[in-house]
């Protein structure tokens, strides 16, 4: 994963974010703090998506799906929802 | 050959011992600049990590990390934890996963109270890992 793909991830996904010694950024919802993940800032290398996308609760697909844009942050909500991670 | 004449020429053989050195040196430089140009290259493995980078923390046990490569670089990642640390070397990438879990400790304590059900439970993981260390102690 490029970082300009992560950063579609933080747009669409509407996720907070901070740097630290790495970008840190989490999704909330309802003031509830449902999934987080993390970028790296090393140069020359690109980031690790599997790793990624397991912290963010996604298979490949919906993964794939969020970063051509045809799943939204209401999609994603309905993800974490269908795997009990927030309540119905 | 007198000794003023091999001060001012030294002899043939003398010669022949410098070009042997030369040659010895570039070998040497040859060595260095191959494990230069691989540096982050490893046999993936498990490896027992304990250096956190944070003194306000301690370690209650040792985390098991995983080392592999991965889009160019080395990811340690502890599965139990799902999370991971990433460099352009198998010790960057050790800080980094070090540096991120001493973060994700301070980050869940810190939101405790408003942390969903999977964030709760990987704070009670990492909690089996990490403590921090009291004013007492």
Same mark, same amino acid.
């Given at each position: 994963?490029?970082?300009?793909?992560?950063?579609?991830?933080?747009?669409?996904? *509407?996720?907070?974010? &901070?740097?630290?010694?790495?970008?840190?950024?989490?999704?909330?919802? *309802?003031?509830?703090?449902?999934?987080?993940?993390?970028?790296?800032?090393?140069?020359?290398?690109?980031?690790?998506?599997?790793?990624?996308?397991? *912290?963010?609760?996604?298979?490949?697909? *919906?993964?794939?799906?969020?970063?051509?844009?045809?799943?939204? &942050?209401?999609?994603?909500?309905?993800?974490? &929802?269908?795997?009990?991670?927030?309540?119905? | 050959?007198?000794?003023?004449?091999?001060?001012?020429?030294?002899?043939?053989?003398?010669?022949?011992?410098?070009? $042997?050195?030369? +040659?010895?040196?570039?070998?040497?430089?040859?060595?260095?600049?191959?494990?230069?140009? !691989?540096?982050?290259?490893? $046999?993936?493995?498990?490896? =027992?990590?304990?250096?956190?980078?944070?003194?306000?923390?301690?370690?209650? !046990?040792? +985390?098991? $990390?995983?080392?592999?490569?991965?889009?160019?670089?080395?990811?340690?990642?502890?599965?139990?934890?799902?999370?991971?640390?990433?460099?352009?070397?198998?010790?960057?990438?050790?800080?980094?996963?070090? !540096?991120?879990?001493?973060?994700?400790?301070?980050?869940?304590?810190? /939101?405790?109270?408003?942390?969903?059900?999977?964030? /709760?439970?990987?704070?009670?993981? =990492?909690?089996?890992?990490?403590?921090?260390?009291?004013?007492?102690?």
């Amino acid at each position: 994963m490029k970082v300009h793909e992560f950063g579609v991830l933080e747009t669409k996904l *509407q996720l907070k974010t &901070r740097n630290s010694g790495d970008r840190l950024a989490w999704f909330e919802y *309802q003031g509830r703090v449902i999934t987080r993940t993390k970028r790296s800032h090393g140069k020359g290398f690109d980031l690790p998506k599997d790793l990624i996308r397991q *912290q963010l609760k996604l298979n490949a697909d *919906q993964l794939a799906s969020l970063l051509d844009c045809s799943l939204s &942050r209401d999609d994603y909500v309905n993800i974490l &929802r269908t795997k009990g991670l927030i309540s119905a | 050959m007198n000794a003023i004449a091999e001060l001012i020429a030294p002899a043939a053989k003398q010669q022949h011992d410098l070009q $042997v050195r030369h +040659i010895v040196i570039e070998n040497i430089a040859t060595e260095l600049e191959f494990s230069m140009e !691989k540096p982050h290259q490893l $046999v993936p493995g498990t490896v =027992l990590f304990g250096a956190l980078p944070d003194r306000r923390l301690r370690l209650k !046990k040792p +985390i098991a $990390v995983e080392l592999s490569e991965s889009e160019g670089s080395v990811v340690a990642q502890c599965q139990d934890l799902n999370e991971f640390g990433q460099g352009s070397t198998a010790s960057h990438a050790l800080d980094d996963f070090g !540096k991120t879990i001493c973060e994700l400790f301070f980050s869940l304590e810190l /939101q405790k109270d408003h942390l969903g059900n999977d964030l /709760q439970n990987l704070r009670g993981r =990492l909690a089996e890992y990490l403590g921090e260390y009291s004013a007492a102690s």
